[in-house]
């Protein structure tokens, strides 16, 4: 059970705005309790909501992944492994934290619950989300898939996600949010601890696709020990009416290392506060937060970088390009760079411009009428190219970006 | 009388072409005729107008036509887009090519060119294989750049590999007239025999027309143009032939126009 003092400092926070995005009041939404769900297999899935899932990249026929997880509003309809993948663990968080007693030591350590109102509302209600673990040693290929659906007006959907990586094992983990286009006024918070350990390697590939009236609150954080790898992709496709997110990652073990990629495809009046944190801790620990930012319309974008350098023989990178399509849409980039410790090297580059006049000439100069070159040279550099990406993987987030592309453009 | 057949009208003409560039006069009032299947050289010193000549005749935006036309076929093309005249079958391969980042150049090349395309573009520009492949990396190959074809547009093209790939994709483009602008700068020698004996090949066919911008004396030989027009400070000032060009090797442009024009 969760200490009296985890409750505590929940409460102590519960009035903390967040540094960064808009400020929501969180008492207009309705709370509801997280249930257990009664779906037996994916078969069940009604047509429409194989649909829905699918434009988040979540493969009903459960074909080349290792488990499943689907969670609508706060109910969980299916934790599932596949036969075979010994090792692996997907079970609701509430599950879980019966389950397992040590998994309290878990929640809320990689993000503190007194972070904001957002994560302090998140333990005070009720909560639920997905647990994944693979064990030492175990290699897990094929990806684990989850989405989490948010289907109701002016609801919470209240998410709070552990993943382990145990020592030295390999775990994937794709996960789809998605509104669909109706739903009016909800908020999805969601909170995500990751757990890398010794030699672990873990990568975690998301894909939102949120309706025009939810705001967007996730709270990320990472810990990577010594050796572990974490690779982080984040793909933003259709305009909630604002999102924040800055996913911490802290490399406290020797060579630690983390990549985050994140692709955001801004429109309509949408506003984005989207970013990446870097800590590094440990000796020999290194990492990159790269992003693509697209602003059609008239939404807002801004990209946020930050690299902490705490320890000698560090190495950090940012990068952040932004493509304006419109006049009236904006993009500001904040990198933020401190070195806390001789011996860390960080860099950071930011470009932001429109579709270069002299990119046009050259594609319309080889046939290609304007419309097409513009969409050309933006469907190549939203193209999220993560090195080191299973090609599964890589193919499950092209399409999805080409999906999105073709709805929105 | 003359009497003057269709073949003789010129495919692509300028009639006392004025261009500025961010207005300055860059070219003053230039006279020039290109006829179907032939191959022209066009010299002269640095900075006399020669790229100029051929961007504002592709319709590159910031090359803005202060007097003059340029006629193809007989017709004024002065209103017509990039893409439009591209798809009349005028192509530029450009000297520095910009990066476009994502984008595969085979996937766009099977893109722009009918002769490889395929038949989902969308797979082909996501990445998937597809069957006109083949004989697109035989002619990558051929040209020495098959460890292009899975590279992102000119990112990171070294300058031999820049010319080829640009004259690869103009080629694909199954153009009326080309206009190459250098192609034999930055090219080592072994290079420099496959552009030229992949330029000797188009002009066996004499379906092209060829217009090489170029200070080199090699490739203009090797492939024995048909015609020599020399640029002087935005106006043409000479029109000449194959036997010129080691006589002006030898003078220089200075003393070969002093000569020549009096």
Redesign the interface.
Known sequence: MPSDDTKKRARSAKEKTAPYGSDLDLDKYEYSPSKSGDLESIDDLSEKDRALVREVGFDPAQERVSGSFIQFDNETLLADVLLQQKGLEVLPTNLALQKYDWLHDYLWNAVPVDTDKYTARSELEEYNGYFIRAAAGARIEMPVQSCLILKKNRFVQNVHNIVIAEEGSELHVITGCATPSNVEHSLHLGVTEFYVKKKARLTFTMVHRWSEKTDVRPRTATLVEDNGTFISSYAILSSPKSIQAFPKVRLIGTGAKADLYSVVYGSRKSKYDIGGSLSLEATKSSGKVISRSIATDECEIIARGDLVGLSSETKGRLECDGLLVSNSAVIRAVPMLAARAEGTELSHEATIGKVGAEQLSYLMSRGLDEEEATSLIIRGFVKLKVPDLPPTLQKSIDDTIRMSLEGGM | MVVISMDNNPLLETRDLRVEVSGIPILVGVDLAFRAGQVYAILGPNASGKSTLAKTI?????YRITGGDILFNGTSIQNK???E???MGI??A?QT??R????KLDD?IC??CPDYQCTDV?DA???ETCVCKQILYDDFERLGIRNLANR??NDGFSGGESKRSELF?VLS?RPKIMFLDEPDSGLDYDSLKTVGRELKAIKEKHDVTLVIISHHRYILEFLEVDAVYILQRGRLVYTGDMSDIPVLEEKGYEKFLAEMTG
């Open positions: 592709m319709g590159l935006p910031e887009s990039i893409t005249r591209a798809r192509a530029y450009f090519p910009p476009i980042s994502g984008v766009f893109r722009v969308h520009l996501m990445g992102d547009l994709q483009m």
